[in-house]
């Protein structure tokens, strides 16, 4: 098994189909959503956990305390 890894332009764009509309997909894995995140002050990371699953991962740093908060919204995860 591979090491998680930030997903290839070509894998971002066929990401919906593999986070959204994949059995027990969730819009809050989307490349929409993890936008709208961006511009709310989060840093998404579209992440794929092995060939065939990925999951964003949105990151939220502190900077006036140092270090970030992170989650993984809703979705296929592994």
Request: proline share 10%; hydrophobic share 40%; aromatic share 10%.
């Amino acid at each position: 098994m591979s090491a998680p890894r930030e997903a290839t332009d070509a894998e971002l764009a066929d990401w919906d189909r593999r986070t959204v509309y994949a059995p027990g997909g969730h819009v809050y894995q989307s490349r929409a959503w993890a936008e709208q995140r961006r511009r709310l002050g989060w840093r998404p990371l579209h992440m794929m956990i092995d060939p065939e699953h990925a999951a964003l991962v949105l990151l939220r740093p502190y900077p006036w305390i140092g270090g970030a908060s992170a989650y993984v919204p809703r979705g296929p995860v592994t």
